[in-house]
């Protein structure tokens, strides 16, 4: 079956570590990106892609890293550097459809710092 | 810059009932619109998407939305809820060159009561 899958699906840190959250996609999408979401915020755009070995900053990449050396797979680093990395992410890849993109989104990683 | 506004953050409503989820975007031109449905501890499913022609919308599950340009408004609708809609609805829509980022609104938390 096609889809994006995100892993781990819980992932849990001490302060002050980095920790990567993996991305893969086998939809043969050439954008993805990460958002961030927050109880009563939406998602907020952290980073996205939209060919390989290019990438954008979102509106809040502070504190993120991200790379992409596979058009399958967009891994996103939280680093030490951010100050509130406890949320959700969420993945999620692109298609064209002539006018706009279609975004398919994957299950998530819910992250907690302590 | 493009925003979207949900304007409410929860909706209770009765098994059967009608629903409305309401959205306003702002921008100076034109627009790609988009609903998602949120169950929880989950990624974002797509609902219903407008990019041009009609501007009654149909999605899956009996959800439909009525894009209106003059009130800057894409309001989703269903005439009859199941308990099993209880989800967070996101408003979306899409912004940059070719379209190819979201900006969500902040998201309705949809209850069913039996």
């Known amino acids: 079956d096609g889809g994006i899958t995100q892993s781990p699906k819980y992932l849990f840190r001490k302060e002050g570590q980095n920790v990567t959250l993996s991305c893969e996609q086998n939809?043969?999408?050439?954008?993805m990106y990460w958002y961030r979401q927050d109880p009563g915020q939406g998602l907020r755009l952290i980073y996205y892609s939209q060919i390989v070995n290019d990438f954008q900053k979102g509106d809040i990449a502070e504190g993120y890293s991200v790379s992409r050396e596979k058009k399958e797979s967009f891994p996103l680093t939280v680093t030490s550097a951010q100050k509130n990395p406890t949320a959700f992410y969420l993945c999620?890849?692109?298609?064209?459809?002539?006018?706009?993109?279609?975004?398919?989104f994957g299950p998530g990683t819910r992250l907690t710092v302590t | 810059a493009q925003s979207v506004t949900q304007l409410d953050s929860q909706v209770p409503v009765f098994e059967e009932a009608p629903v409305e989820l309401r959205c306003n975007y702002s921008s100076s031109v034109s627009v790609y619109l988009f609903w998602y449905v949120q169950y929880p501890n989950q990624g974002l499913q797509l609902l219903l998407k407008?990019?041009?022609?009609?501007?009654l919308v149909k999605g899956i599950n009996g959800f439909e939305a009525e894009f209106n340009k003059s009130q800057t408004s894409f309001h989703l609708r269903k005439p009859s809820v199941h308990i099993s809609d209880t989800a967070e609805y996101f408003c979306?829509?899409?912004?940059?060159?070719?379209?190819?980022?979201?900006?969500f609104g902040q998201g309705t938390r949809l209850t069913i009561n039996p």
């Open positions: 407008y990019l041009s022609g009609s501007t």
């Open positions: 999620a890849s692109s298609i064209f459809l002539g006018s706009s993109y279609e975004q398919y």
């Open positions: 939809l043969n999408h050439d954008a």
């Open positions: 979306a829509v899409s912004v940059g060159q070719g379209a190819q980022k979201l900006v």
